[in-house]
Nanobody, 121 residues
Framework: QVQLVESGGGLVQPGGSLRLSCAVS????????MGWYRQGPGNKRDMVAR???????TLADSVKDRFTISRDSAENMVYLEMNTLKPEDTADYYC???????????????WGQGTRVTVSS
């Protein structure tokens, strides 16, 4: 069973920094794209950052100057470095990965359980 587990969320003051980590475990043949999504109160789940298996990154306009996504393919982990945090960054952050569990059958979307980030004084 493939699992994605996030860590690193918590309470931080505006202007502060936080680093989120996501570990993939279970039977994995290959991990393709990975990313981070977030959902604040009353909002839908939106893409924050994506990274391909080649290392190409995409960031949402609202975070592109402040956040950085990276991955360690050998360890099947993805990270989100968040800097200059704002109250509007407060949300539940979810790790995403498109994973082929086996060589046959194609891939599937996998999601972590979410980690809460609260930006407040």
């Amino acid at each position: 069973q493939v699992q994605l587990v996030e860590s690193g969320g918590g309470l931080v003051q505006p202007g502060g920094s936080l680093r989120l980590s996501c570990a993939v475990s279970g039977t994995v043949f290959t991990t393709e794209d990975m990313g981070w999504y977030r959902q604040g109160p009353g909002n839908k789940r939106d893409m924050v950052a994506r990274i391909t298996h080649h290392g190409t990154t995409t960031l949402a306009d609202s975070v592109k100057d402040r956040f950085t996504i990276s991955r360690d393919s050998a360890e099947n982990m993805v990270y989100l470095e968040m800097n200059t945090l704002k109250p509007e960054d407060t949300a539940d952050y979810y790790c995403y990965a498109y994973i082929w569990a086996t060589e046959l059958g194609g891939g599937d979307d996998y999601w972590g359980q979410g980690t809460r980030v609260t930006v407040s004084s």
